[in-house]
């Protein structure tokens, strides 16, 4: 049974910055793309960044590109996304996700595992 587990949100000033953890455990992630997503109150869950577990390939939603940086430490089994220079339309939950499928995809339906969430707000 694959668990993720997010970390690592909570309150920052505009301009500010983040790290998002998620400890992956269960199964071996080689071959599997992971993705971090968002939820803001009233709104749809929309994705954020994707990164292939093995080759390291990226994707980027253009309202984050430049400003956040998805990485993965294969060792720990852990994905992080790095915020920077936050904006008050970064506050959202944000999710971690899991897909069986390498390819890395902006679609939350092609992810088969999700985490419980963090909340990131950014307010001064």
């Known amino acids: 049974q694959v668990q993720l587990v997010e970390s690592g949100g909570g309150l920052v000033q505009p301009g500010g910055s983040l790290r998002l953890s998620c400890a992956a455990s269960?199964?071996?992630?080689?071959?599997?793309?992971m993705g971090w997503f968002r939820q803001a109150p009233g709104k749809q869950r929309e994705f954020v960044a994707a990164?292939?577990?093995?080759?390291?390939?990226?994707l980027y939603a253009d309202s984050v590109k430049g400003r956040f940086i998805i990485s993965r430490d294969n060792a720990k089994n852990t994905l992080y996304l790095q915020m920077n220079s936050l904006e008050p339309r970064d506050t959202a939950v944000y999710y971690c996700?899991?897909?069986?499928?390498?390819?890395?995809?902006?679609?939350?339906?092609?992810?088969?595992?999700w985490g419980q969430g963090t909340q990131v707000t950014v307010s001064s």
């Open positions: 990164i292939n577990w093995i080759a390291g390939n990226t």
């Open positions: 269960g199964r071996t992630f080689s071959g599997y793309a």
């Open positions: 996700a899991a897909s069986v499928v390498a390819t890395i995809h902006p679609s939350p339906t092609e992810y088969d595992f």
